[in-house]
């Protein structure tokens, strides 16, 4: 499907538009009420069907207890300062929800299977780096890798397993749902159900800031959790990655991991797999910043009336320099392997680049390996996000 002109950052496609004034009507005929963003109510729902001890399971007093506080504060930031329109509001009550749903799903599945928590992992490797800066196409070659393996975008939305699997179908239907409500969304970045993807999901499930950050204006929130640790986030994000592994069956090869956020939270996340290796993607600064305020903008933008163009542009070039800042120090104090990858480099000639990498990580790359590279190469050079450059120039 061709994506509609987007003649400015904050464009809002028909549907979002119309999505938007159906739920208003549908609120002011009283034919359901505006859910509150409110905790507890919020529980309420999320939570409906399953036990108390479904949310502890095995996580730490300090854990349940981090969640609580994150949802608390995400709240308080959405009601007093993210001035969402009904569409938001409507957002930001399914995530949330659906956040306090798998939490407790995953912990009753835990409670049956405790030992997957915990289950052995090869080293993984992590692809770190602003996003906007090659950090997806690093993954996906390097995941292409039969010798290596990635996080299917399904599983990382929905980490819960099931018998049978439908998460591959569901994410399919909400990708559909997605791309209508923001027809530009596949030149931001390529989708596919069961496409290797990062995990992002794992990360907002606890309700990190990453996945919030990009969609709403929520300062206060931004502030809590820049500020806070970062422990019981990645505490979960090990016991999911590790059940994730089991369930798939690919325990014994390197999980190749990826998320911006990782920029931010590379402390927390070596602390867990203190035997990774590192890749790190570099782009020009201002290509990252242009490209990620465009990104955020195209999420904000159906879900607040109140988007400001210069205050995102601020915004965006405070976090990223947060993110370097943050990068570069744990790099410094890390003793394992890491290789660089420049953006333009990649570009050129990505074969030379992941050359370069394997062998700055100590290890071989076979013929055989390179080829499964090119597939994946291949594939991308046809997905619609290679236009998002000129969709950037084009802006009004």
Same mark, same amino acid.
């Given at each position: 499907?061709?994506?509609?002109?987007?003649?400015?950052?904050?464009?809002?496609?028909?549907?979002?538009?119309?999505?938007?004034?159906?739920?208003?009507?549908?609120?002011?005929?009283?034919?359901?009420?505006?859910?509150?963003?409110?905790?507890? @109510?919020?529980?309420?729902?999320?939570?409906?069907?399953?036990?108390?001890?479904?949310?502890?399971?095995?996580?730490?007093? !300090?854990?349940?207890?981090?969640?609580?506080?994150?949802?608390?504060?995400?709240?308080?930031?959405?009601?007093?300062?993210?001035?969402? *329109?009904?569409?938001?509001?409507?957002?930001? @009550?399914?995530?949330?929800?659906?956040?306090?749903?798998?939490?407790?799903?995953?912990?009753?599945?835990?409670?049956?299977?405790?030992?997957?928590?915990?289950?052995?992992?090869?080293?993984?490797?992590?692809?770190?780096?602003?996003?906007?800066?090659?950090?997806?196409?690093?993954?996906?070659?390097?995941?292409?890798?039969?010798? *290596?393996?990635?996080?299917? +975008?399904?599983?990382?939305?929905?980490?819960?397993?099931?018998?049978?699997?439908?998460?591959?179908?569901?994410?399919?239907?909400?990708?559909?749902?997605?791309?209508?409500?923001?027809?530009?969304?596949?030149?931001?970045?390529?989708?596919?159900?069961?496409?290797?993807?990062?995990?992002?999901?794992?990360?907002?499930?606890?309700?990190?800031?990453?996945?919030?950050?990009?969609?709403?204006?929520?300062?206060? @929130?931004?502030? +809590?959790?820049?500020?806070?640790?970062?422990?019981?986030? @990645?505490?979960?994000?090990?016991?999911?990655?590790?059940?994730?592994?089991?369930?798939?069956?690919?325990?014994?090869?390197?999980?190749?991991?990826?998320?911006?956020?990782?920029?931010?939270?590379?402390?927390?996340?070596?602390?867990?797999?203190?035997?990774?290796?590192?890749?790190?993607?570099?782009?020009?600064?201002?290509?990252?910043?242009?490209?990620?305020?465009?990104?955020?903008?195209?999420?904000?933008?159906?879900?607040?009336?109140?988007?400001?163009?210069?205050?995102?542009?601020?915004?965006?070039?405070?976090?990223?320099?947060?993110?370097?800042?943050?990068?570069?120090?744990?790099?410094?104090? +890390?003793?394992?392997?890491?290789?660089?990858?420049?953006?333009?480099?990649?570009?050129?000639?990505?074969?030379?680049?992941?050359?370069?990498?394997?062998?700055?990580?100590?290890?071989?790359?076979?013929?055989?390996?390179?080829?499964?590279? !090119?597939?994946?190469?291949?594939?991308?050079?046809?997905?619609?996000?290679?236009?998002?450059?000129?969709?950037?120039?084009?802006? !009004?």
């Amino acid at each position: 499907m061709n994506a509609p002109p987007r003649p400015h950052p904050f464009a809002r496609s028909k549907a979002a538009v119309w999505a938007g004034r159906a739920v208003e009507a549908i609120w002011d005929r009283g034919l359901t009420e505006k859910p509150p963003l409110e905790p507890d @109510y919020l529980w309420s729902i999320g939570a409906k069907g399953f036990n108390k001890s479904d949310e502890v399971s095995l996580r730490s007093d !300090a854990e349940v207890a981090d969640f609580r506080e994150r949802l608390e504060r995400l709240c308080q930031a959405l009601r007093a300062e993210a001035q969402l *329109n009904p569409l938001g509001h409507t957002m930001a @009550y399914g995530q949330l929800t659906s956040a306090i749903r798998k939490r407790h799903a995953m912990g009753r599945f835990w409670a049956e299977a405790p030992e997957l928590a915990s289950a052995e992992i090869a080293p993984p490797i992590i692809v770190v780096g602003q996003m906007r800066a090659g950090t997806t196409r690093v993954h996906r070659l390097l995941a292409a890798d039969p010798r *290596n393996c990635g996080t299917r +975008f399904c599983n990382s939305h929905d980490p819960v397993p099931r018998t049978p699997d439908l998460r591959p179908l569901k994410s399919t239907l909400g990708l559909a749902i997605a791309r209508k409500i923001n027809p530009w969304l596949d030149m931001l970045h390529p989708f596919g159900a069961t496409r290797v993807d990062e995990e992002i999901g794992w990360l907002s499930g606890a309700l990190d800031a990453c996945a919030f950050e990009a969609q709403w204006r929520i300062p206060s @929130y931004v502030a +809590f959790s820049e500020a806070r640790d970062a422990g019981a986030v @990645y505490a979960e994000f090990a016991r999911i990655l590790r059940t994730d592994a089991a369930i798939m069956g690919d325990g014994g090869r390197p999980r190749v991991l990826k998320c911006p956020q990782f920029a931010e939270d590379l402390p927390a996340l070596l602390h867990r797999f203190p035997d990774a290796r590192v890749v790190v993607t570099r782009r020009c600064g201002d290509a990252v910043l242009r490209s990620s305020v465009s990104m955020v903008a195209s999420q904000m933008a159906f879900q607040t009336d109140h988007a400001d163009l210069d205050a995102l542009e601020a915004e965006w070039r405070r976090k990223l320099a947060l993110r370097e800042e943050r990068m570069s120090a744990a790099l410094a104090g +890390f003793g394992g392997p890491v290789a660089h990858v420049d953006f333009d480099q990649l570009g050129a000639d990505w074969r030379a680049a992941m050359r370069h990498l394997h062998m700055d990580l100590g290890l071989d790359l076979p013929e055989a390996s390179l080829d499964a590279m !090119a597939l994946e190469h291949e594939r991308s050079a046809s997905d619609p996000h290679h236009a998002h450059r000129s969709q950037i120039e084009s802006f !009004a």
